[in-house]
């Protein structure tokens, strides 16, 4: 069975980071490719940033490709993703999701056939 769990989230002051953390279970790290999204209030799910790590393949959103950073850990199973320089925008919860690597790395949603239950993510000014 696949599961995804993400952790890391917090309070962080305006223009601080955090690292977000998805560990994966119930799958080889090639079969399916690992993305991060993030939905606030009222909002539509965003997709950010997503890796396929046997390569390292990744595909990044241009509203945040200058402050994110995703990457993976294959030994822990484990993907992140680096926030540097958050802004009171960045308040959100943020999922991680796994989308059939056959698929390539794309930040569509309805790509994804698993998903963590998310952390939550608030930045202050």
């Known amino acids: 069975e696949v599961q995804l769990a993400e952790s890391g989230g917090g309070w962080v002051q305006a223009g601080g980071s955090l690292r977000l953390s998805c560990e994966a279970s119930?799958?080889?790290?090639?079969?399916?490719?690992i993305g991060w999204f993030r939905q606030a209030p009222g909002k539509e799910r965003e997709g950010l940033a997503c890796?396929?790590?046997?390569?390292?393949?990744?595909y990044y959103a241009d509203s945040i490709k200058d402050r994110f950073t995703i990457s993976s850990d294959n030994s822990k199973n484990t993907v992140y993703l680096q926030m540097n320089n958050l802004q009171l925008e960045d308040t959100a919860g943020y999922y991680c999701?796994?989308?059939?690597?056959?698929?390539?790395?794309?930040?569509?949603?309805?790509?994804?056939?698993?998903w963590g239950q998310g952390t939550q993510v608030a930045v202050s000014s």
């Open positions: 999701g796994a989308m059939p690597a056959g698929l390539g790395v794309s930040l569509i949603g309805q790509l994804y056939d698993y």
């Open positions: 119930g799958f080889t790290a090639g079969d399916y490719s």
């Open positions: 890796i396929w790590s046997p390569d390292n393949s990744t």
